[in-house]
Each structure stands twice: as structure tokens, then as C-alpha cells.
């Protein structure tokens, strides 16, 4: 059990439809990131949040977005759903996250399937 | 749970050989790497790291190579045992950006 934890765990929607995605860190950890992994593709960098600021941005849509609440927590949220999200999203933390490399806890991922 | 990446290289070596598991890089300037291990149905759960500054690590069972001059990591994994049987990802970092992950290989251990 790495600490991180993401809910819901499986997600089934429609396209078109809006979701929102979960993920609380490993206490003490003050950045989250957020990952997509498809079917034959490795994890694909979303976003980073540190303390509550957005940090970085990799190949995040959009129709997506996300926040981290003062206690950490991150939210992110897909709308406008199409059949090609229909993924694995991962939820990371570490201790750090400006200006340096750090160990990164996975959470068990969110299975989301659009139909 | 459902596979990751269905056509991923898979490497089959048999219960209590050596395993060695390749990752090109992309970065030159990256200066730290992490190899990850996905049991199915699981997030990525880190097994080894190592810096730039050095050309090997060891840890229990793991092995990590780092050749900077031709951009490779490996991961060697000794008696390899049916827990180890997972998707295998190597990650590179660059001092302030964000880690960028391999594609992945698949360790298939045979009793």
C-alpha cells in the first residue's frame, strides 16, 4: 500500500458526460500528480500541483482540468467525454516537487470507461 | 484486471534465472532515473533509483546500469521468482521537469 489513495475505482460514463476523479496523497506530501495510461501506451504525464499551485503541465486536454485543495487533496476533472479517455488514471505524490527529482507513490489508479 | 499494454515487448525467462530488462532514454540531460514495476490491476510501485553521478546500484535482488553514453538503463533482476512476473517501466528526469516514462517490457516468469 503506497499511502496514496484515489476514488472512485472504476468509473462508467457516457460521452458527453463530466466525472470527477479523486486522489488524497501520502501524508506529508505536498505534490500530486496526475497520469493517463491507455491501453498500449505507457503513462502519459497530465498534470503537477504543488501546495495547492499548479506546477506543470504535460499533454493534459483541454477538456480536462484539476485543482489541489488546501488539505491536499487533488480533483481532477474530464468533461466532454469521449470514447478515446476511456483509460487508467493514476494519481502520484511526493514529498517535493520544485526544482529537484522525487520519488513518486502511485495510488491504485481509477479504471474510467466511456461507452 | 485488464492488461496493460497488450503489445508490449515481453521478456519469458524461467523461474530462478537472472533477468535483465532494457530502457533506451530519451534525455540527455536527464539526471535521474527510477525503474517501476505494474502488477496488473495495480499502480506503478517503485523499485529502484539512481542518479546521473553514478553508473550502478544495487538493491535486494535489483541491479540498475546507467551508460550515459548511449542514453540505456537496465534493470537486472537476480533469481527471478514468479512475484516478479509485471510490467517493468523505466523513468527519466531532468533536474526541474517532469519524469517521462518508457513504454514498458512484460516479465513473463515460466515455472
Known amino acids: 500500500d503506497s499511502g496514496v489513495t484515489q476514488t472512485p475505482k472504476h468509473l462508467i460514463t457516457a460521452t458527453g458526460q463530466r466525472v470527477t476523479l479523486r486522489c488524497s496523497p501520502r501524508s506529508g506530501d505536498l505534490s500530486v500528480y496526475w497520469y493517463q495510461q491507455s491501453l498500449d501506451q505507457g503513462l502519459q504525464f497530465l498534470i503537477q500541483y504543488y501546495n495547492g499551485e499548479e506546477r506543470a503541465k504535460g499533454n493534459i486536454l483541454e477538456r480536462f482540468s484539476a485543482q489541489q485543495f488546501p488539505d491536499l487533496h487533488s480533483e481532477l476533472n474530464l468533461s466532454s467525454l469521449e470514447l478515446g479517455d476511456s483509460a487508467l488514471y493514476f494519481c502520484?505524490?511526493?514529498?517535493?516537487?520544485?526544482?529537484?527529482?522525487?520519488?513518486?507513490?502511485f495510488g491504485p489508479g481509477t479504471r474510467l470507461t466511456v461507452t | 484486471g485488464e492488461s496493460v499494454g497488450l503489445h508490449l515487448p515481453t521478456l519469458s525467462v524461467q523461474e530462478g534465472d537472472n533477468s535483465i530488462i532494457n530502457c533506451a532514454y530519451s534525455?540527455?540531460?536527464?539526471?535521474?532515473f527510477i525503474w517501476y514495476k505494474q502488477e496488473s490491476g495495480k499502480g506503478p510501485q517503485f523499485i529502484i533509483d539512481i542518479r546521473s553521478n553514478m553508473d550502478k546500484r544495487q538493491g535486494q535482488r535489483v541491479t540498475v546500469l546507467l551508460n550515459k553514453t548511449v542514453k540505456h538503463l537496465s534493470l537486472q533482476i537476480a533469481a527471478t521468482q514468479p512475484g516478479d512476473s509485471a510490467v517493468y517501466f523505466c523513468a527519466e528526469n531532468h533536474y526541474g521537469q517532469n519524469f517521462v516514462f518508457g513504454p514498458g517490457t512484460r516479465l513473463s516468469v515460466l515455472p
Open positions: 502520484a505524490s511526493s514529498v517535493g516537487g520544485t526544482g529537484g527529482a522525487y520519488e513518486q507513490y
Open positions: 534525455n540527455s540531460a536527464s539526471d535521474y
